[in-house]
């Protein structure tokens, strides 16, 4: 079956502007999650949803990043103003269940190929 | 700091060659996973190990865990020249709500 897809693949925008990083999971997954990653180094975590609501925001490093998840399957992650510290690999990944519950293979997160941002 | 460490960092061998690299945590989990990435792009998911499982095989790969020591280690056995690639622990865990933290990876290069 399909995985998670990411569009665009790459994005290169202005300092200033804004942009917005769309994500469709698996096919029935209830959990999707995002998280950046800098050159060289882990993921970090930004948002998780289950459902159609955040459920966890805390990674988001300011109010100009914002997600949404209208329908409880495609998300969006939106980001004004764009800063050049905010250029990066942004990674979605879904589960079947949440993470943190049973800790068992129904919680496996399966990532995106992510979108390169680069703001100029 | 992380929560996943790995180490060490980087590591080269030639093919054949066995590859370990360890992953260290700090807080109780739930489960720990291991990712492959190549090029910077996306994670691929190699294995999940639970928090009650020691033990864990995957074709070549094998996964350890010891939660008094807060450890993990991957081995891949008779590594391939395709096996190059950046690894990654990723913990999962009720204290940490519900998403991965990630270490820094150890970047593992297979020399034909």
């Known amino acids: 079956g399909a995985g998670v897809s990411q569009t665009p693949s790459n994005k290169v925008t202005e300092k200033g502007k804004y942009v917005e990083l769309r994500c469709d999971p698996i096919?029935?997954?209830?959990?999707l999650y995002w998280y950046r990653q800098s050159l060289g180094q882990g993921p970090e975590f930004l948002i998780y949803f289950q459902g159609t609501g955040a459920a966890d925001d805390s990674g988001l490093p300011n109010d100009r990043f914002f997600a949404v998840r209208p329908e409880g399957s495609v998300s969006t992650l939106k980001i004004q103003r764009t800063e050049r510290g905010d250029s990066a690999v942004y990674l979605c990944?879904?589960?079947?269940?949440?993470?943190?519950?049973?800790?068992?293979?129904?919680?496996?997160?399966?990532f995106g190929p992510g979108t390169r941002l680069l703001v100029l | 700091s992380q929560q996943g460490e790995e180490d060490p960092q980087a590591l080269s061998i030639q093919e054949g060659e066995n590859a370990t690299m360890n992953c260290s945590y700090k807080t109780s989990i739930n489960n720990l996973q291991w990712y492959r990435q190549n090029s910077g792009r996306g994670l691929v998911h190699l294995i999940l190990?639970?928090?009650?499982?020691r033990e864990k095989h995957s074709g070549r790969l094998r996964v350890t865990l010891d939660t008094s020591k807060k450890s993990s280690s991957l081995l891949i056995t008779a590594s391939r020249a395709a096996d190059t690639a950046s690894y990654f622990c990723a913990t999962g865990g009720k204290a940490a709500g519900n998403k991965l933290t990630f270490g820094g990876g150890t970047r593992v290069l297979v020399k034909p």
């Open positions: 990944a879904s589960s079947l269940r949440p993470s943190g519950t049973s800790g068992g293979a129904q919680e496996t997160q399966y």
């Open positions: 096919s029935g997954h209830t959990a």
């Open positions: 190990i639970r928090s009650n499982e």
